[in-house]
């Protein structure tokens, strides 16, 4: 299983590489500005990288840990979590585990059932925060603490790429366990 892993997660790696990474000055959402960008929606959408994303999450997941049925739910901060989430959900399914997945608005809606958090209730269960990169951890902090609002246990905080710019401190000294599947090596990149 772990050489299917590294495959796996050496493919996935190619595919961000090839798609995602857009070389030149950029100013990221954060305010920070940085060389190159990492577009993981062309990796996250996309028709080979998507189911990929979807195992090596849930192989880090539980290389890290966490078995898979101790995990009652994946999600985060739409819009970048929302496909990672989708993927470790049909990933989970193929592999016969039961995980849900759930959606983190930036706020709750002001009509209909005024949720902030979409999809099957997360109250009382395991998640995982996820996010397909973070430069500094705000918005899986801002999907964690609405997660435990809506009284779920956050677990940790997984994200697809590491960009080595203090997000895993930001997270963890917020008290959550931060892990990453691909960082700036796994793509040839250095801040």
């Given at each position: ?10 493919r ?33 959408l ?30 985060g ?109 796994d793509?040839g990149?250095?801040?």
């Amino acid at each position: 299983m772990k050489e299917y892993n590294d495959v796996a997660k050496g493919r996935l790696a190619e595919l961000v590489r090839d798609l995602a990474v857009v070389k030149g000055k950029v100013t990221l959402a954060s305010g920070i500005e940085s060389d190159f960008y990492v577009d993981m929606r062309r990796v996250t959408l996309h028709h080979e990288a998507a189911p990929l994303v979807g195992h090596v999450m849930l192989d880090l997941l539980e290389e890290s840990g966490y078995a898979p049925d101790d995990i009652d739910a994946v999600g985060g901060l739409t819009m970048g979590a929302d496909p990672v989430a989708a993927a470790i959900l049909h990933a989970a399914a193929s592999r016969g585990l039961s995980m849900d997945a759930f959606v983190v608005r930036k706020e709750a809606k002001d009509h209909g059932m005024k949720r902030q958090i979409e999809g099957p209730s997360i109250e009382g269960r395991n998640v995982i925060i996820l996010e397909d990169t973070s430069t500094t951890g705000s918005s899986p902090l801002a999907a964690a603490e609405a997660a435990r609002a809506a009284g779920a246990n956050v677990l940790a905080v997984a994200v697809v790429v590491d960009r080595a710019t203090g997000a895993d401190a930001k997270i963890a000294d917020a008290g959550y366990n931060y892990l990453y599947a691909l960082d700036l090596s796994d793509l040839g990149l250095s801040e």
